[in-house]
């Protein structure tokens, strides 16, 4: 069965970065688009970025433009995202889901890992 | 950007009771759109895409309707697993912008 399980949340200062990494496993990930979601303390989902299946392609929502980078090592079954000058705003859970196939539309997602607590406060 | 709004944004029913969900698009999406349900201190699990079609393992009183700017969610007959948030989300075009949530409550 399909598994994701993100790693890498903490507590940073604003300004800083951190990286999260989203695990995959039980199905063929070089064939999925990946996506991360992210939801802030008592607040509705926000889409952050996809990265296409060979991982050539990004795009971002305007929060993440300029400051994260999404990627993934498909010999690794491991999509990441890099966070630079995390700001306060930035607190929320991350979500890495897999988009069912590969529409060409901005994509649904039909699973979806646990969440990684990131809270950016000094 | 397309829009959704979500209403109402709160609903308290009993148990056995039909309840819908509105979602409209700020333009048309045609039937690009998901919902959602996300219960407390949990990841959001598929229910439906492409407006209608349930996905694998969602129970049947569990539907989804519409097209082009206005879509519904119906839980036929609500039960006590029912309760928590439920968003949609379109895929029409990036970015796959969601809906507020609308939050089920049982009486």
């Known amino acids: 069965q399909v598994h994701l399980v993100e790693s890498g949340g903490g507590v940073v200062q604003p300004g800083t970065s951190l990286r999260l990494s989203c695990a995959a496993s039980g199905f063929t990930f070089s064939h999925s688009p990946m996506h991360w979601v992210r939801q802030a303390p008592g607040k509705g989902l926000e889409w952050v970025a996809v990265?296409?299946?060979?991982?050539?392609?990004?795009t971002y929502g305007d929060s993440a433009k300029g400051r994260f980078t999404i990627s993934r090592d498909n010999s690794m079954n491991i999509v990441y995202l890099q966070m630079n000058s995390l700001r306060p705003e930035d607190t929320a859970v991350y979500y890495c889901a897999r988009e069912r196939g590969s529409s060409g539309r901005a994509g649904y997602f039909d699973y979806w890992g646990q969440g990684s607590l990131v809270t950016v406060s000094s | 950007d397309i829009q959704l709004t979500q209403s109402p944004s709160t609903l308290s029913a009993s148990v056995g009771d039909r309840v819908t969900i509105t979602c409209r698009a700020s333009q048309s999406i045609n039937s690009w759109l998901a919902w959602y349900q996300q219960k407390p201190g949990k990841a959001p699990s598929l229910l439906i895409y492409?407006?209608?079609n349930l996905d694998g393992g969602v129970p049947s009183r569990f539907s989804g309707s519409g097209s082009g700017t206005e879509f519904t969610l119906t839980i036929s007959s609500l039960q006590p697993d029912d309760l928590a948030t439920y968003y949609c989300q379109q895929y029409h075009s990036y970015p796959g912008t969601f809906g507020q949530g609308t939050k089920v409550e049982i009486k």
């Open positions: 492409q407006a209608s």
């Open positions: 990265i296409s299946p060979d991982g050539n392609s990004g």
